[in-house]
T-cell receptor, first 112, second 115 residues
Framework: AQSVTQLGSHVSVSEGALVLLRCNYS??????LFWYVQYPNQGLQLLLK??????LVKGINGFEAEFKKSETSFHLTKPSAHMSDAAEYFC??????????FGTGTRLQVFP | GAGVSQSPSNKVTEKGKDVELRCDPI?????LYWYRQSLGQGLEFLIY????????KSGLPSDRFSAERTGGSVSTLTIQRTQQEDSAVYLC?????????????FGPGTRLTVL
């Protein structure tokens, strides 16, 4: 079975500081991994995804994530936080099926 | 182009009533997914359609939940005899076709409150 663990339900950073949102996964087959962002009262928007190939994946809005098989991790980073990054972030895994298995989400707050 | 749309955006109902939630996928997308987002359970997969058939219904929580898709387009999720634990945001997503390589595009959701 597949699962995703997101460490930290809430993360707070100052504007301009590094953003690091943690995600660990469990999968019996090579996974596809995703990060989605959800702004208030909106649906989920794909930030980036890893399928195969290069393990460092760049996404929209300056975010990137690195797939580390040995650590079963797919942490999301952004070098410099912006106020507009405040939202909820979900990590998800897709193994050998079409459905996405989501983590419980991390709410990011950005302080001026 | 237009994204995934869902209606109604909010639905308040009384315990025991039936509700229908509608999803209009992006035109041309053959795969359609339903997820539920609730405080206690996070984001859970419910069911997915490829065309009009549902190869995976494994996430439907009980036989009170059903879904159909007609014409390879609009989908309706029906909850019969609603219970308070059904209160959640129901999200619909569509993708160009089935297969995990295809991005799922999400709608804004329907917030269901069961009193």
């Amino acid at each position: 079975a597949q699962s995703v663990t997101q460490l930290g339900s809430h993360v707070s950073v100052s504007e301009g500081a590094l953003v690091l949102l943690r995600c660990n996964y469990s999968s019996s087959v090579p996974p596809y991994l995703f990060w989605y962002v959800q702004y208030p009262n909106q649906g989920l928007q794909l930030l980036l995804k890893y399928t195969t190939g290069a393990t460092l994946v760049k996404g929209i809005n300056g975010f990137e994530a690195e797939f580390k098989k040995s650590e079963t991790s797919f942490h999301l980073t952004k070098p410099s936080a912006h106020m507009s990054d405040a939202a909820e972030y979900f990590c998800a895994v897709s193994a050998n099926t079409d459905k996405l298995i989501f983590g419980t989400g991390t709410r990011l707050q950005v302080f001026p | 182009g237009a994204g995934v749309s869902q209606s109604p955006s909010n639905k308040v109902t009384e315990k025991g009533k039936d509700v229908e939630l509608r999803c209009d996928p992006i035109s041309g997308h053959t795969a359609l997914y339903w997820y539920r987002q609730s405080l206690g359970q996070g984001l859970e997969f419910l069911i997915y359609f490829q065309g009009n058939s549902a190869p995976d219904k494994s996430g439907l929580p009980s036989d009170r939940f059903s879904a159909e898709r007609t014409g390879g387009s609009v989908s309706t999720l029906t909850i019969q005899r609603t219970q308070q634990e059904d209160s959640a945001v129901y999200l619909c997503a569509s993708s160009l076709s089935s297969g995990r390589v295809n991005e799922q595009f999400f709608g804004p959701g329907t917030r269901l409150t069961v009193l």
